[in-house]
């Protein structure tokens, strides 16, 4: 005889982020009984019938859903957490989601075979915090050009020296004839948790992650 699904505790408002992490996340829901629809059109929030809320987002968004008690907690990707300063507390590594977050450029300009950067260094990129960040601790000045769309194309434009981007395959970036120079960090999904919530909900978040955690990424 098979064993009743086991249902998480009632109440939890939950974000989940759309895009890339969605199909993911939904499954891991799904194995931790709560019912995700396998579509949820355009919907922005439904209530399930175990009585959990579901909040659907744009990834960046996550965070400040979960850090002002919007959702008790959520699903979101590292690498937005490393844009983010907002005050929530990440308390699994899911580990589904695998990218990388990297520095790369042009293959005939040789910076991954060591060649000087040029000294007006122009970057591209949507991560400005994280690239901010990498270039300081190597006390490298840049110009950083925020782009949120096509950064592949703007070495081959002369729009920047390097990008830094997010690669899962690396595909995008042999197609542009470009190559990894340094990687900045492994990004993968996290569970987070609005901190004032974790202790006001306490087991119901901590027998979601349990279950979250029990299955393998």
């Not at 590594?93 to 060591?114: P, S």
Request: hydrophobic share 45%; aromatic share 8%.
């Amino acid at each position: 005889m098979s064993r009743p699904k086991a249902q998480p505790e009632a109440g939890l408002t939950i974000a989940m982020p759309k895009g890339a992490l969605f199909a993911e996340s939904a499954a891991r829901l799904r194995s931790a009984g709560i019912e995700v629809p396998e579509d949820v059109g355009r919907r922005l929030t439904i209530t399930t019938a175990d009585g959990t809320t579901l909040l659907f987002l744009r990834p960046t968004d996550v965070p400040a859903y979960v850090e002002f008690g919007s959702a008790d907690c959520g699903i979101v990707g590292k690498d937005v957490l490393w844009e983010t300063d907002r005050n929530v507390a990440e308390l699994a590594d899911l580990g589904f989601g695998y990218c990388r977050l990297v520095v790369a450029g042009r293959r005939i300009d040789r910076y991954h075979e060591g060649a000087p950067f040029p000294t007006f260094l122009r970057v591209a990129t949507k991560f400005t915090r994280s690239a901010e960040t990498w270039f300081a601790e190597r006390d490298l000045p840049v110009e950083l050009i925020p782009l949120h769309g096509s950064v592949e194309l703007s070495p081959l434009v002369g729009l920047a020296d390097l990008i830094v981007d997010l690669v899962a395959t690396g595909t995008t970036l042999r197609e542009h004839d470009l190559v990894v120079v340094e990687e900045i960090g492994e990004s993968t999904a996290r569970f987070v948790v609005n901190p004032v919530r974790f202790r006001a909900k306490y087991d119901a978040l901590v027998k979601l992650l349990e279950r979250l955690s029990a299955v393998p990424a």
